[in-house]
């Protein structure tokens, strides 16, 4: 009786394990349709769309002279806040690399409204002004050194830009219309 419980035991788990297997070889054979769609990659070549820029031209709303006017109040009032900055006791790099380079623009903006014989002499500046962004976005320098060299730098560029480029001294060098 042992023997026989013992072997019907064994049948029953054999039955079960081949018709788990039958049940297994039939679900890969058929595959579920839905199942294998989320898996695999839809083409996108339909969906391309083709973009088309049409630019246009602004005029600007100001004359030169207010142009000029405008990027001169705008060079003095970036290059004071870099000098704020470089005088703060939480100095933040970024906002002194930032400052420095819209001083920057704020001088190539003046020199284009500029004629050639007064460009060259604001190239000079614009140069002293790319070395001092450079400087700056260099990790080498001290909090002493920035304050020492390149605050001096800025003075000295200060008093000769407000002096050379005031819009009363350079008005007769700015480009015509």
Request: hydrophobic residues 35%; aromatic residues 12%; glycine residues 2%.
């Amino acid at each position: 009786m042992r023997t026989q419980i013992h072997t019907d035991k064994n049948f029953r788990l054999t039955q079960i394990l081949v018709l788990f297997s039958v049940f297994c070889l039939l679900f890969s054979l058929c595959g579920c349709e839905a199942f294998r769609k989320k898996f695999v990659r839809k083409s996108k070549r339909g969906k391309e769309v083709e973009v088309v820029i049409h630019p246009i031209e602004y005029e600007s709303k100001y004359t030169i002279e207010e142009a000029y006017k405008k990027y001169f109040s705008f060079w003095r009032a970036w290059r004071d806040e870099l000098v704020n900055s470089l005088d703060a006791q939480d100095a933040n790099r970024k906002k002194q690399v930032f400052t420095a380079k819209r001083t920057l623009e704020n001088l190539q903006q003046m020199r284009k409204l500029l004629l050639p014989e007064k460009q060259t002499r604001l190239d000079v500046f614009i140069l002293g002004q790319k070395d001092i962004v450079r400087q700056l976005e260099g990790y080498s320098l001290s909090h002493i050194r920035k304050l020492r060299i390149i605050k001096n730098m800025l003075e000295k560029q200060r008093r000769q830009i407000q002096k050379e480029f005031k819009y009363k001294q350079i008005e007769k060098f700015l480009v015509k219309e």
